[in-house]
């Protein structure tokens, strides 16, 4: 089945610092999300791509989508405390195939240090 | 804006006991997803229904079952618990039959089964 691998695992940086990951897979999907999940909430979707090549930007995040529709990035400009939490990617098949579940990466825990 | 609704939020079983969870979809969706998310994990799909109709299933046990009612709410009920079955259960939301099926979770049912 797919699988998405997420890196890095874990970062840790201080405050205002920018932040980098990526999500990449060996399969093609047709939609890329990203989420955040606070310990013991649900996942909150933070950007939504749909297009090979497309870049979009909400505040401080920007998310690509990668050309080969095989990976995705996040960034996160000039990070602040409540940035802490995991980030998640996930792929989705839809519109071409007959499932739009979402296949979830192994995330990545952000600490930010004041 | 309102949210997708789970209840409960906790719940403490024991071994073999049954359960069943609940979710509301946000107004107007018409398409609910379940996940299961096991410490440390990243959330695994369970199943899902469109229009009260099974529309995907993944890795979920035959001791599950689900369904959607006539107000799009669905209910997860688990028989005979058993110990792996600890998780977060979240379920999600969107609108089928557009371009963008975005999904949104709701902040999950917490179950421990002792």
């Known amino acids: 089945g797919q699988q998405l691998n997420q890196s890095p695992q874990s970062m840790f940086i201080q405050e205002g610092e920018d932040v980098s990951m990526n999500c990449t897979s060996s399969?093609?999907?047709?939609?890329w999300l990203w989420y955040k999940q606070d310990p013991g909430e649900g996942p909150v979707l933070l950007i939504a791509?749909?297009?090979?090549?497309e870049l979009t930007s909400n505040g401080r995040l920007t998310a690509q989508f990668g050309i080969t529709r095989k990976d995705s990035f996040l960034n996160i400009s000039a990070s602040i405390p409540s940035d802490v939490g995991i980030y998640f990617c996930a792929g989705q098949l839809t519109p071409s195939y007959n499932t739009d579940k979402l296949i979830f990466g192994t995330g990545t825990r952000l600490q930010v240090f004041p | 804006a309102a949210g997708v609704i789970q209840s409960p939020r906790h719940l403490i079983k024991e071994k073999r006991e049954t359960a069943t969870l609940k979710c509301y979809p946000i107004?107007?969706?018409?398409?609910v997803y379940w996940y299961q998310q096991g410490p440390g994990q990243d959330p695994q799909f369970l199943i899902s229904?469109?229009?009260?109709?099974?529309?995907d299933k993944g890795s979920i046990p035959d001791r599950f079952s689900a369904q959607q009612f006539s107000d799009y709410h669905s209910e997860l009920n688990m028989s005979s618990l058993e110990l792996g079955d600890s998780a977060l259960y979240f379920c999600a939301s969107s609108t089928a039959g557009t371009t963008k099926e975005t999904q949104y979770f709701g902040p999950g049912t917490r179950l421990l089964v002792l």
């Open positions: 399969s093609i999907f047709n939609t």
């Open positions: 229904f469109y229009e009260k109709m099974q529309s």
């Open positions: 107004p107007r969706h018409d398409t």
């Open positions: 791509l749909y297009k090979a090549g």
